[in-house]
């Protein structure tokens, strides 16, 4: 049986020290792609699906579309919804199926993050189904540029009592990290992840992975981040796939457009690829 609790997933890459790739898949062709770079690498995979994904494809066909998929992979896969703070949409997506879910409360007091995060892996646990929790919010490259404050991060007791009272199955700290293309590469507070772990062997997910470096993956890795978020890069892989294919297109007048979607499931399915050489999930399963 491919589809795996992520809990189990994660554990075994916490244990062994590598990163399992959780990639935001936009849409089938995306979804295809990053299967079938895991498939062909070996490596256990996240499918990660955004909010915006969810609404846009909506849960039923965006779920009909995984599970028809996922049953034909024989590494171990698992369907994850990123960033939600909305309870309704995380029922919807746990009652269809979903494996697990990061219910981002980040934006309440840490008193009610952790009473609904509570709530959370007790809905979650009914389908054997994994929460992530986060208390200090991750923001976009963007936001970072745009505010002028330093943020405010809780400290590492606070992060191991949230994780000790929520008996969530994953932790993602802000530790320096964004969603999105970073302006350089930014300076992580690489000890938090040591100290977490090291007290409380959880596993990490590591957000904004588009645009850090490959021996910044491997630190962290060895630090204790199982799950490796990558967005952005598949966006770009995607769209600049399609806009390089396009403009041949359009200057030798040829309109294919299955031709264009092999040509855009190849390119996402290389960057998946690479990315789970580095994180060294490659050939572990
Ligand atoms: P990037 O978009 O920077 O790859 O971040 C992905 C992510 O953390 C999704 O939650």
């Known amino acids: 049986m491919p589809i795996v609790a992520l809990k189990e997933m994660l554990d075994d890459a916490l244990n062994r020290r590598y990163g399992v790739g959780a990639f935001n898949i936009v849409n089938d062709l995306t979804l295809k792609a990053v299967l079938e770079a895991a498939e062909e690498q070996r490596s256990p995979v996240i499918i ?21 998929m996922a049953k034909k992979v024989s590494v171990p ?36 993050n952790r009473r609904q995060t509570i709530e959370v892996v007790a809905e979650a646990r009914r389908y054997g189904a994994a929460v992530e929790g986060e208390i200090d919010s991750i923001k ?9 404050q330093a943020t405010h991060h809780h400290s590492v007791e606070v992060s191991l009592a949230f994780i000790h009272d929520t008996q969530i199955d994953c932790f993602a700290p802000a530790i320096g990290n964004a969603h999105g293309v970073y302006k350089e590469t930014p300076t992580l507070d690489v000890q938090l992840v040591s100290d977490i772990v090291s007290a409380h062997p959880i596993p990490i997910a590591l957000h904004g992975g588009t645009g850090l470096t490959d021996d910044q993956f491997k630190d962290l890795i060895g630090r204790g981040c199982a799950k490796v978020n990558i967005s952005t890069a598949v966006k770009m892989s995607y769209m600049q796939s399609n806009l390089a294919f396009l403009k041949q297109a359009e200057s030798a007048d040829r309109w ?8 855009v499931e190849k390119d996402v399915k290389v960057m998946a690829a690479n990315y789970m050489q580095v994180f060294g999930s490659a050939g572990r399963a």
């Open 256 to 263: 294919d457009p299955l031709a264009l979607f092999k040509q």
């Open 140 to 148: 976009t490259v963007d936001e970072v540029a745009a505010s002028s």
């Open 48 to 68: 990660q699906t955004s909010i915006k994904t969810v609404k846009t494809t909506g849960v039923d066909v965006l779920f009909a579309m995984w599970s028809e």
């Open 77 to 112: 896969v698992c369907l994850h919804l990123d960033h939600c703070p909305d309870r309704n949409l995380i029922s919807a997506c746990l009652a269809k199926g979903w494996g697990s879910v990061l219910f981002d409360a980040s934006s309440l007091s840490l008193d009610e």
